[in-house]
């Protein structure tokens, strides 16, 4: 493979080359903006099936690449294709047959592949469409495990993710997690490199691995969404894009491996969560809290289905999976019509599974939250008091900000406000710092200790 | 951005042949898998269907079918997409299969944004 990597590493450089062209011309016409759309529509599933066949994620990206690369060629003259997803495949698998036979050092295995690749290529196009076909699924699934494998660090993964199945340009994953371009690109490059090297094969994990796999793939979609719900840094505090895009792959994983609970409860997570996007935030882009939302706003198609992708996980026996528990908790949210109808007690009862299941400060956090909701402030404050010392919430802007809130509703104000103002110098978001600082000044001018409010 | 895709057709296009019937079964499996399609459905003839119209400050229920209208909404289906251009795209694709395997059919796929759904997308 040595050989074949080489050669793929010079193509790169020239794929590249050719992005930049592309996005300066994609904008320029209504074809460009067809081809992009095709695209975003095919290309997960092309690339899918090319590393299928020439089993090299960097190599099959190329040659997508360039059949991408040839639409934007000839479909303006041409025309968009009745078939536009077959043609950029049979293009791209043109593609290979050319670079395998351009290598001098042909190995017997890419003969083999070179023999197959012509006796497919005989057949009509059409049928070349049909024939790929059968295996997508499969092949959309291997696709996911790939991007998503262990011997790739978290931010890899979730870059060659946002890159194959996305479909999204290095330059939007970037703007998305505010890093500078080439430092994306080089993360990509390594990640298919390292696939490479460790010839991580092309395939759907079985038992017993699929377990521990299968989290990996759920932990890069749910980062990315969070990623894209409350954004870490930034102006905008969220980045709806990304959000889109978790669930567009979460749903997606949901009906390609519809027997795992835990991915309809990942799924049921994001569906809720994404239903109150239009509530969370006010005309200026100001973040708005859960209990202070019109609930008009949020959406109530997205509230269905995650209900349903609940009910789905349940039936699989998966109620107490991590991702389903939360998704209940969030489920009580979205039941209650108003505010006051909400079922705290049932969310506290949850979070003691939570926190059975996956101990962690920020789940205590969370549940002290709940606590306070369901038995009265003082009682979330104790659970709090527990975690100041934690290290790890050390930097953690919710901790003093929660705290805050409890001691603002015992009307401890001046206690209060020191809270919100450590809170203040530890978050990075924007529109956060500015929403702490008004409830610091709303201490400042509450009364010393008039009581409880 | 959020599309709504109305079907329209005539009001009687008959039984659909077997073959396009496989191929839609098909191209719904596929948008389920693709992670865009929320929500889709048929809707009853017009025969079935009553309509509750106000006219000149007068309500009026008139059950169907309704003599005047040439062309029913036959189906709809709800996605979340990147662009009106992915949309477009995708009811092409559509429409090509009623091209393929229901000869003489004729109709139309109405594409429609729906409103509001922009706090999704900044760029809109």
Same mark, same amino acid.
């Given at each position: 493979m040595k050989v074949a990597r080489k050669n793929s590493e010079r193509h790169s450089a020239c794929a590249r080359g050719w992005i930049v062209v592309l996005s300066v011309v994609v904008t320029a016409t209504d074809t460009h903006r067809a081809i992009d759309a095709v695209w975003r529509i095919e290309s997960a599933r092309i690339i899918a099936g090319l590393i299928r066949i020439v089993r090299d994620v960097g190599l099959a990206e190329e040659l997508a690449q360039d059949a991408l690369v040839a639409a934007l060629q000839q479909w303006p003259e041409s025309g968009v294709p009745d078939n536009p997803g077959a043609w950029l495949m049979a293009t791209a698998k043109h593609r290979a047959i050319d670079h395998f036979r351009r290598n001098a050092l042909l190995e017997r295995k890419h003969q083999e592949i070179v023999r197959e690749l012509e006796a497919k290529q005989e057949m009509a196009v059409e049928d070349l469409h049909t024939a790929i076909d059968d295996e997508v699924g499969d092949d959309l699934l291997r696709l996911i495990f790939i991007a998503c494998h262990p011997v790739l660090s978290t931010e890899a993964r979730v870059a060659l993710t946002l890159r194959l199945l996305g479909g999204l340009t290095t330059e939007e994953i970037a703007r998305a997690f505010l890093a500078p371009e080439p430092t994306i690109a080089q993360r990509i490059v390594r990640a298919k490199r390292t696939l490479a090297e460790e010839q991580v094969p092309f395939e759907v994990p079985r038992r017993p691995e699929l377990a521990s796999r299968l989290s990996s793939v759920l932990e890069v979609i749910y980062l990315v969404f969070n990623e894209g719900y409350s954004a870490t840094a930034g102006d905008d505090w969220m980045r709806p894009a990304l959000c889109e895009e978790a669930l567009r792959l979460g749903r997606i994983l949901a009906e390609l491996?519809?027997?795992?609970p835990e991915v309809h409860g990942l799924v049921a997570l994001m569906e809720i969560q994404a239903s109150r996007s239009r509530a969370r935030t006010g005309p200026s882009g100001e973040p708005i809290l859960l209990l202070d939302q019109n609930r008009e706003l949020w959406d109530q198609l997205l509230i269905r289905r995650g209900l349903a992708a609940l009910e789905r996980a349940e039936k699989l026996g998966g109620a107490r999976g991590p991702y389903a528990l939360q998704a209940a908790i969030t489920a009580c949210h979205a039941r209650a019509r108003l505010p006051q109808d909400t079922d705290w007690p049932r969310i506290v009862a949850f979070y003691e599974q939570l926190a059975q299941l996956t101990p962690s400060p920020i789940v205590e956090l969370n549940r002290a939250v709940a606590v306070a909701m369901a038995f009265g402030p003082a009682e979330g404050l104790q659970i709090i008091d527990t975690l100041v010392s934690e290290p790890s919430l050390k930097s953690y802007h919710l901790l003093p900000s929660v705290r805050g809130d409890f001691l603002f509703k015992l009307g401890r104000f001046a206690e209060a406000r020191v809270e919100f103002e450590r809170a203040v110098s530890l978050t990075r978001n924007a529109r956060e710092r500015e929403f702490l600082l008004e409830r610091a000044r709303t201490c400042a001018e509450a009364p010393a200790n008039s009581g409880p409010r | 951005m959020r599309f709504l895709m109305l079907v329209k057709h005539g009001e009687n296009p008959g039984p659909p042949p077997k073959e396009f019937l496989d191929a839609m079964t098909k191209l719904g499996e596929e948008a389920a898998k693709s992670g865009t399609m929320l929500q889709s459905g048929g809707l009853s003839p017009l025969a079935k269907s009553t309509s509750v119209r106000l006219s000149r400050g007068q309500l009026t229920t008139i059950d169907g079918?309704?003599? +005047?209208?040439? +062309?029913?909404?036959?189906g709809f289906a709800m996605f979340e997409l990147k662009s009106k251009e992915e949309a477009i795209e995708g009811a092409k694709q559509f429409m090509e299969l009623h091209k393929k395997y229901w000869p003489g059919w004729e109709g139309e796929t109405e594409v429609r944004q729906v409103l509001g759904t922009e706090a999704f997308d900044p760029k809109a």
């Open positions: 491996a519809p027997k795992e | 079918p309704f003599s +005047e209208s040439k +062309e029913v909404v036959g």
